[in-house]
């Protein structure tokens, strides 16, 4: 565990659904399937990415975040990396502290290099865990309550280091789910204080009556999870940027008054992450 400490930038994140204010993403500039590491890859490997498209396409999400009045920060892209676009995966905010991810796939490690670096140049301070296996895909925050998935990404070790470091305002509540749907946000996601969306069939019956009793839960469809309907991104007020081609979910979403902004990112599902995967929140307001 390494705590760098730089100049004061304010850095805030109590939930999934809090206005967004500032964000790190980065270009899928080299963003290529070199090693299968998720089931949606294995779907697309002959297929492959198609470079131009994945970068008109994310400069358009980068463009409606903007619009949508959120502060974006570009981390600079390495040939080396080639998921880097997921920018979720290699940090996370927890409440007033960023926190530096131990990647487990060997295509990614390195990429948290990048992000520390730029922290630095930023005069960001945070934690590094190092050590225990965690990705930010799995770690979702609402309040004072922390949700963190049990993966192939995340490990047990981690979760409890994690919970070790926090302030006692917080309480980590682990999540089990089937291990081929890669982090916790591919199949739940908190939407707003009382709704989230879930695919139930990766996730154990004890977890599911747990989340019943907290959130109005929309399910998602296997199909329209292999699209990655719940790895939704919400900007704050009802808003959510949602791929076009989960309707089921978007009529689902917009039936309980969230207006859906319709941005095609299909290139980059490819890769196996969507709009919660592409995104590393720095401040949500409240």
């Given at each position: ?14 939930s ?5 204010k ?26 492959g ?6 970068l008109?396409?994310h ?12 502060e974006?920060?570009l ?5 080396k990396?080639?998921e ?27 990429e948290e290099?990048?992000l ?8 960001i301070?945070?934690y590094?865990i ?7 895909g ?5 309040q ?8 192939n ?55 599911i009556?747990?989340?019943q ?36 979910v978007?009529d689902?979403l ?33």
């Amino acid at each position: 565990m390494q705590n760098t400490q730089q100049g004061h930038t304010n850095i805030s994140c109590f939930s999934e659904y809090a206005p967004l204010k500032k964000v790190i993403l980065c270009q899928p500039q080299y963003m290529t399937i070199r090693d299968v590491i998720n089931e949606t890859q294995k779907h697309f490997k002959d297929e492959g990415i198609h470079i131009e498209v994945a970068l008109e396409q994310h400069d358009y999400f980068v463009k409606t975040l903007r619009e949508n009045g959120v502060e974006v920060y570009l981390l600079p892209y390495h040939k080396k990396f080639p998921e880097q676009v997921f920018t979720r995966d290699i940090g996370f905010t927890l409440g007033k502290t960023i926190f530096v991810a131990d990647m487990a796939a060997e295509v990614r490690q390195g990429e948290e290099n990048v992000l520390k670096q730029w922290l630095e140049d930023e005069g960001i301070s945070y934690y590094n865990i190092i050590g225990d296996m965690i990705e930010g895909g799995d770690v979702i925050i609402d309040q004072d309550t922390i949700y963190i998935g049990i993966s192939n990404r995340t490990n047990r070790e981690a979760i409890n280091h994690l919970s070790d470091l926090l302030d006692k305002q917080f309480t980590v509540t682990p999540i089990d789910f089937q291990e081929k749907f890669l982090h916790l946000d591919c199949v739940f996601n908190i939407v707003s204080e009382k709704v989230a969306l879930i695919y139930s069939k990766a996730l154990k019956k004890e977890d599911i009556e747990m989340l019943q009793s907290r959130y109005e839960l929309i399910e998602v469809t296997e199909e329209e999870q292999f699209t990655l309907g719940t790895n939704v991104l919400s900007i704050g007020d009802n808003r959510i940027l949602s791929l076009p081609v989960n309707k089921k979910v978007n009529d689902e979403l917009r039936k309980r008054n969230f207006e859906i902004i319709e941005v095609d990112i299909t290139e980059i599902i490819k890769s196996g992450g969507s709009f919660r995967c592409c995104t590393l929140p720095l401040l949500r307001g409240e």
